[in-house]
């Protein structure tokens, strides 16, 4: 069933290519807050992105799209010739013309790696590490004798991408490069995106060594180029769940309740004083009563008005709940600017 998956992303990597090329960009902004939507927890307003922020994400998708179109070069997959295709017909694709148009036993100045090359291939085992590590490794490798040599050859390659991603990663949260909001975001989401990495490097290394190839009916699985369209794809999804995944809302620090808490209290004692000031004028007080006296009339009305009930109780506000909330904020707030005033007079 693995194969048949494995056979199916290579038929349909173009497809794929595409969709995610045109239409994830636009659709996983709008999809991600649905998706991570939570009722009872506030979200933070999002950061503007930079302009520097959107050219780095753009430039990194740019390539990635151009390395799915253009994969690391296979010969079986670039000549569309089973992987189990006979020897002749493979040395004839890999040397090109001159193997079409001489004696393929006389080609004197082939270069010492194709030689290399096509001797490997002409075991099946050699077809088989072919499918597993890709062109490069085992045309380049030439102390390789098994999967263990190869895996520790291709070591360099295959972690070089996520290594790069990692520091794009990295400099997506530096504020002096990627604008305000960087570091939040980066606070956030950075141990997200480096343990997937981590296990994205890891799971590539694993399938290369411990996944069976074997031929099954005269067919065989080019493992390398579906696991490279599969890297591909998640290196371009990553950084852009990195950039539109929420960030938590911001959390006040004590210190930043004083100016409020400070402001309230001079609001309250001007309150006081405004109070005291209209009780010694008869006509000010009087003005006062009347003013009050047809605020409450309004409130009532407003209150008993069956269509501000509906509105309110569709819109599931509870005044009960905004006064008992209201209170505790106080209370919290002034017992955190209490303990302040403490802290620094000792």
Excluded at 76 to 99: E, N, T, Y
Excluded at 104 to 126: C, F, I, M, N, V
Aim: proline letters at 6%; charged letters at 20%; a positive charge.
């Amino acid at each position: 069933m693995l194969q048949t998956v494995i056979a199916s992303i290579s038929q349909y990597k173009s497809i794929l290519t595409l969709i995610l090329a045109i239409i994830l960009p636009r659709v996983l902004p709008r999809l991600l807050p649905f998706v991570l939507r939570r009722r009872d927890s506030p979200r933070s307003p999002s950061e503007p992105l930079s302009l520097t922020f959107k050219v780095i994400v753009g430039l990194h998708s740019l390539y990635q799209v151009y390395r799915l179109f253009l994969p690391p070069f296979d010969l079986f997959k670039a000549h569309h010739i089973p992987l189990l295709a006979p020897q002749d017909i493979v040395r004839s694709r890999l040397l090109g013309r001159r193997a079409r148009d001489s004696d393929l036993s006389t080609l004197a100045d082939t270069h010492p790696l194709l030689e290399l090359l096509l001797q490997k291939l002409a075991k099946l085992d050699g077809r088989y590490q072919y499918s597993r590590f890709g062109h490069d490794t085992i045309l380049r490798c030439v102390w390789c004798t098994d999967s263990m040599d190869y895996l520790l050859f291709s070591l360099p390659s295959t972690m070089s991408p996520f290594i790069l991603n990692a520091v794009l990663i990295g400099v997506l949260g530096i504020e002096s490069i990627a604008g305000k909001g960087a570091a939040r975001r980066a606070k956030t989401w950075r141990s997200f995106s480096g343990w997937s990495l981590v296990l994205a490097a890891a799971a590539e290394v694993a399938t290369r060594y411990f996944w069976t190839v074997r031929a099954v009916q005269g067919e065989c699985p080019h493992l390398s180029p579906t696991i490279n369209t599969i890297r591909t794809l998640f290196l371009i999804l990553l950084p852009l769940l990195y950039t539109f995944l929420p960030l938590p809302p911001l959390s006040a620090s004590p210190q930043s309740l004083v100016p409020l808490l400070s402001n309230t209290q001079n609001t309250l004692r001007l309150s006081a004083l405004a109070r005291s000031s209209l009780s010694r004028d008869s006509r000010l007080w009087s003005l006062q009563g009347r003013l009050s006296a047809e605020q409450s009339r309004l409130e009532t009305a407003t209150r008993n008005n069956e269509q501000v009930i509906e509105a309110v109780q569709h819109a599931g506000i509870e005044q009960e709940q905004i006064r008992t909330g209201a209170q505790r904020w106080i209370t919290d707030g002034w017992s955190n600017l209490i303990k302040i005033d403490s802290d620094r007079s000792r």
